[in-house]
């Protein structure tokens, strides 16, 4: 199988005084050597600026599968449905989520209102485009969270993130403006549990059990959100005690109730390979949908291979099972 991954991201042939925990390849590294431990046949592929290496690799080595690991062309995010596109209009199989499910998940105020057509429970909010000043409409009460319209990762993310007057909504707006260089999107700020619900599949769908962020050194005074340094860091993630865990729910039925609700995000959204849910659960027990993460981190250890073995599926499990997905899914269905 051919692997796609950023050509900065390709891990060096020898890895000795490298701490894997910590490098940038991580994932990338993880999913070579254990699809290798497996029995494939694993040619990695280091993708630049140009999408012709791709075509010119599939002719030669004419892969059963590409196991992408893209998340942008170009540096830009926004661009990562159109790899997919490419490798559909080449008619090789791949695993990962389909051109629609990228788009429409990438942008998080299209997304919050497909999602709110569905009556899937999502915050309020509002978009503040590049150059244009902030207008908040009456119904948006503080606290506010601002938050870059498209770019994942925590990307912008911080403390100040969580605004609660309009001098420091304005500020926030501008800093996404001016430093990450997106429109902004301010949703109600949902003071609660931080929850996460792993999801494969294309029409069948496996629902891994819900996870949850947890801060053990960190004061009430300290919004728990996933700022870019609590997602990141692994200093920080040291220093303050941030880890994640199954999630604590009332009792069985909670959990089945937020499993369901993901698996209606999934298909609203046309997702396909495999997902991550971002929830947040506030005091009432009520859950809002923040947004969808398609083709999450897969790094041995990280949240969705840490879910899905609690499932029962251990992380060759796992990859082996992306890897059918991949082999499953019909680009054909959305013409």
């Known amino acids: 199988m051919l692997v796609l991954m950023h050509d900065y991201m390709v891990p060096p042939d020898d890895v000795s005084g490298h701490d894997l925990m910590t490098v940038q390849w991580k994932t990338e590294h993880d999913v070579l050597v254990t699809l290798r431990e497996m029995g494939h046949e694993v040619h990695p592929l280091g993708v630049g600026d140009d999408l012709s290496v791709v075509r010119r690799t599939v002719e030669e080595w004419k892969p059963d599968i590409v196991f992408n690991m893209m998340e942008a062309f170009h540096e830009l995010g926004t661009f990562d449905h159109n790899v997919v596109s490419y490798l559909e209009l080449l008619r090789v199989p791949y695993t990962g989520c389909n051109p629609r499910g990228l788009m429409l998940s990438r942008d998080k105020a299209l997304s919050k209102t497909i999602l709110h057509y569905h009556r899937i429970p999502v915050p309020e909010f509002t978009v503040v485009r590049m150059g244009r ?182 992380y060759e499990q796992l990859l082996q099972r992306i890897l059918l997905t991949g082999l499953q899914w019909r680009p054909e269905r959305l013409g």
């Open 133 to 314: 000043k902030v207008r908040r409409p009456k119904r948006l009460k503080f606290p506010l969270i601002v938050k870059s319209l498209t770019q994942e990762g925590s990307t912008g993310i911080s403390q100040a993130s969580v605004v609660d007057d309009d001098h420091k909504l304005a500020e926030r707006v501008r800093f996404i403006h001016e430093s990450i260089r997106t429109d902004a999107i301010v949703e109600r700020y949902i003071d609660g549990r931080e929850l996460y619900v792993g999801i494969i599949g294309n029409q069948r769908l496996t629902v891994f059990p819900v996870w949850e962020l947890h801060f053990t050194k960190r004061g009430d005074e300290v919004h728990r959100i996933a700022t870019e340094r609590v997602k990141w860091s692994t200093k920080y993630q040291s220093k303050y005690g941030i880890t994640t865990l199954e999630a604590q729910l009332p009792d069985e039925g909670a959990a089945r109730r937020i499993q369901h609700l993901c698996k209606r995000v999934y298909r609203a959204l046309d997702l396909s390979g495999y997902a991550r849910i971002d929830l947040r659960m506030d005091e009432a027990g009520k859950a809002y949908v923040i947004e969808a993460n398609p083709n999450p981190q897969l790094g041995y250890g990280e949240d969705l291979a840490e879910s899905a073995e609690l499932a029962g599926l251990s």
